[in-house]
């Protein structure tokens, strides 16, 4: 047996040994943890580290972007400073060139100025000197600005640079008064300031060089300012001066001065009436020949397409000696524009005589066609061209009063004398020309008594003006007379319907543009005609907050044939829908159709009072005026209207219906927002105001379907088999082809009446419009077929039964 003491000795050591391996083991352990832990923190923080090497260099590569931007821009602004620099020596150096010849026009400019100005201050109170004057002036304006256009435009571009320039430099030292600077930035500075002083140096010998010749400009631009608003007053005056005592003395006492003060005048006016260039005069021709060529051309094609195999003599006297010299006056009236946009007078002149030749042929040959009992014979106005070229010409020409009033009163008395050799006419058709032939001997007697007392001038003006409206009116009633015989041949369907009626209705307001510009060429082309124009016909007139001109008038005019043609065009085209092939409501047609014309009126309107330079809020104080005229007077019209719209838009009614109102029934023809046009199965039109179908009870046969009940009562005689006739009178029903199967056809048995078994058929018919003929269709049918089957109709009968006559037979 073992010895206890040398085990416990022997567990003893082994669990000293066992804790110390465990003591030993747990700090090697913990001795290789914190390694282990570094090696893993390296491990982690190792896509960090990349991350943040990347975001470095691309700051990096940023930075050096940006030092790379800012040496180009500053390279840019460099390079621009030195072509600033450049540029300002290089116009320095033109400068010395260019005042060398500034000094010598200077002198020839300044002396032209004073001749103006002093041909401005001596014809001050003549009004066809100071428009040459005002002419010449323009002109002379013109030529100076092409003087100094070189000096102007280089200033120009100085002024330019500067611009570009300052902000440079006052942005600089903004900065440099927040941070410092090194020597390259002192050096940009110094180079800034230096191209700035180099552009206010040439800059300011410019201006120099350029400020007598603006004052020069300015004091011109001041006398053309001046003379443009004194020549209204010049020219009416002119042609309203008071009466001359041509028979006076004193009169004729300074011709001669006069005379030669009047030819020193139309020296003056030489510039203003013809080209004085070759410049000016091949320009005028160049307009001309090109006018001509399209002339011709247009001519051509007219030709060709309206007149070529026409054996019509006042077709081809149109086309032949009409346009032509129509034509050729509007290829003088554009040859007369000059390059700078004035007008030379001759040639002003002369288009507008043959421009007034052609339009009286034309208007002549427009009021004869169609009228082929009207001999051939020329235009009865042509009788009237003489004198009235007469009057042209010598309110054209610049002559002293007395010898413009005793030429014009010669060439009325030669007038007056000519006229009692005038054949009658035979143009019993038209009445125009007859009454103007008739009212001419009138207007040329006013005209002499006038001259007489010494109102030339406004005598001359009367006459033009009677010649105008005369020329103006025939061509107006001819223009017309053609319009309404091309909208009787034009075609009524299809595309080419739309579009000819759209030219037919911008043809009403083109001949009267026509007929206006017909009279504004005897105005515009005579001295002043076009200042006198544009002072009292297109400037505005004022009533109050509303303003118009002839221009807004003629508008306004043109608008309305304009409004009433899509009107028209529009209402056409959407009653056409339905035919078209799309499915749409035939009811709702007549409401588009009102709610288009409406809309299309309502832009009119206010395209007038826009035009006659009303504002919208003013309507209103027009709402307010008419509130109360609502309130007093007009309660049955804004009734009758508000009914309208309820029943257009409502479609309790609709064209065709058959309806029932105050004891009228008739059939619905149209309903406007006033009344509704109902006709009666006697042919009778009813306007029904329309107040009266929303107050009253209506009664609409066909609203819902046109199909309509009839109910047929009769009577048969007590004892009748009453099955027999209840299958009698459905049979009769059935047979009748205006009786639908579908209801059927029914009989009732209504009651016990005191003569008779009331019976009453009810059977459905087609339409309303039938309704009496097939009602009388079936009684003829019932008492046929009663007849035939023994059945007695009933009719009122009374027994009468005499006591005392029957007690005495008894007896």
């Not at 040859?335 to 002369?350: K, N, Q, T, Y």
């Not at 009138?442 to 010649?467: E, P």
């Not at 003013?618 to 508000?642: D, E, K, P, R, W």
Request: hydrophobic share 50%; charged share 20%.
């Amino acid at each position: 047996m073992r010895n206890p003491f040398c085990i416990a000795f022997f567990c003893l050591v082994f669990f000293a040994s066992a804790l110390v391996c465990s003591f030993s083991y747990a700090a090697k352990e913990s001795q290789e943890a914190p390694t282990t832990s570094a090696t893993k923190a390296e491990e982690k923080d190792s896509p960090d580290q990349d991350a943040m090497d990347e975001e470095a260099r691309l700051k990096a590569e940023d930075t050096e972007r940006k030092k790379e931007t800012v040496r180009h821009a500053w390279a840019s602004q460099l390079n621009m400073l030195k072509a600033f620099r450049e540029s300002a020596e290089q116009l320095n150096l033109k400068a010395d060139g260019m005042e060398m010849q500034l000094e010598k026009d200077f002198a020839h400019c300044e002396d032209e100025v004073r001749r103006l100005t002093v041909l401005a201050q001596t014809y001050k109170d003549w009004s066809n000197p100071m428009e040459a004057v005002n002419r010449s002036i323009k002109h002379f304006l013109w030529d100076l600005r092409e003087i100094v256009a070189p000096l102007d435009e280089g200033a120009k571009d100085l002024r330019r640079r500067l611009e570009r320039v300052r902000p440079i430099e006052e942005n600089l030292s903004t900065l440099l008064g927040k941070r410092g600077h090194n020597a390259e930035i002192e050096a940009f500075i110094k180079d800034v300031v230096r191209t700035r002083k180099t552009l206010e140096t040439v800059l300011t010998r410019y201006e120099t060089a350029l400020e007598p010749f603006t004052n020069m400009i300015q004091r011109l631009e001041e006398t053309q300012a001046s003379i443009a608003e004194r020549l209204p007053e010049l020219w009416k005056s002119y042609y309203l001066q008071p009466p001359l005592a041509w028979l006076s003395e004193k009169t004729w006492r300074n011709f001669s001065r006069r005379m030669h003060y009047a030819i020193d005048g139309l020296k003056l006016r030489l510039p203003v009436e013809l080209p004085i260039t070759i410049d000016q005069w091949r320009t005028a021709g160049l307009r001309f020949v090109l006018s001509l060529t399209l002339s011709l051309v247009l001519g051509f094609l007219m030709h060709r397409a309206w007149f070529r195999g026409s054996t019509d003599p006042t077709a081809r006297h149109l086309f032949f000696v009409s346009l032509p010299w129509l034509l050729f006056g509007v290829c003088l009236l554009v040859s007369s524009i000059s390059a700078s946009g004035d007008v030379f007078r001759v040639f002003l002149a002369l288009g507008n005589l043959c421009a007034i030749l052609g339009i009286t042929l034309l208007a002549w040959d427009l009021r004869r066609m169609g009228h082929d009992d009207v001999p051939a014979q020329a235009s009865p106005l042509l009788r009237l061209m003489p004198l009235t070229f007469a009057a042209y010409i010598l309110l054209y020409l610049p002559l002293i009063r007395p010898i413009l009033l005793v030429t014009w009163l010669f060439c009325l008395i030669a007038t007056l004398i000519w006229r009692r050799f005038w054949p009658p006419l035979a143009i019993a058709p038209l009445q125009l020309e007859d009454y103007v032939r008739s009212t001419d001997g009138v207007i040329l007697w006013i005209c002499l008594f006038l001259t007489l007392a010494g109102l030339h001038i406004i005598s001359l003006i009367f006459y033009l003006l009677f010649s105008s409206f005369c020329l103006a009116t025939q061509l107006s009633l001819g223009g017309i007379a053609r319009i309404n015989y091309l909208n009787e041949h034009l075609p009524s369907q299809g595309p080419q319907a739309v579009f000819a009626s759209l030219l037919v209705a911008l043809a009403a307001p083109l001949m009267l543009i026509a007929a206006f510009v017909s009279v504004l060429l005897w105005v515009g082309t005579l001295p002043g005609g076009m200042v006198l124009i544009l002072e009292y016909f297109f400037k505005n007139v004022r009533i109050g907050s509303t303003q118009f001109n002839l221009l807004s008038i003629l508008a306004i005019i043109s608008l309305f044939f304009l409004t009433r043609a899509a009107v028209i065009m529009g209402t056409r085209f959407l009653k056409r829908l339905p035919g078209q092939g799309l499915n749409i409501d035939s009811s709702l047609i007549q409401p588009a159709q009102t709610a288009f014309t409406y809309g299309a009126w309502a832009i009119f309107g206010l395209f007038v009072l826009r035009s006659l330079g009303m504002e919208l809020s003013n309507l209103a104080m027009v709402a307010g005026g008419l509130s109360v005229g609502i309130g007093f007077g007009m309660q049955a019209i804004v009734s009758n209207f508000i009914s309208g719209l309820l029943l257009i838009f409502g479609r309790m009614l609709q064209v065709g219906d058959v309806v029932e109102v105050g004891g009228v029934t008739g059939r619905v023809r149209k309903i406007s927002v006033r009344d509704t046009m109902v006709e009666t199965y006697d042919n009778a039109l009813i306007y029904i105001p329309n107040s009266e179908f929303i107050s009253k009870q209506l009664v609409n046969w066909t609203r819902n379907n046109p199909t309509v009940r009839i109910n047929i009562p009769i009577g048969v005689a007590y004892g009748t088999d009453t099955g027999l006739v209840m299958k009698t009178l459905i049979a009769v029903a059935n047979a009748n082809s205006s009786v639908l199967k579908y209801p059927p056809p029914s009989v009732a048995f209504n009651d016990f009446g005191d003569n008779a078994l009331h019976f009453v058929l009810y059977c459905w018919i087609t339409k309303y419009d039938i309704r009496v003929s097939t009602a009388t269709a079936l009684r003829l049918d019932i008492e046929k077929e009663f007849r035939n089957a023994g059945i007695e109709i009933a009719f009122p009968q009374m027994d009468i039964h005499v006591k005392e006559i029957q007690e005495k037979k008894a007896e």
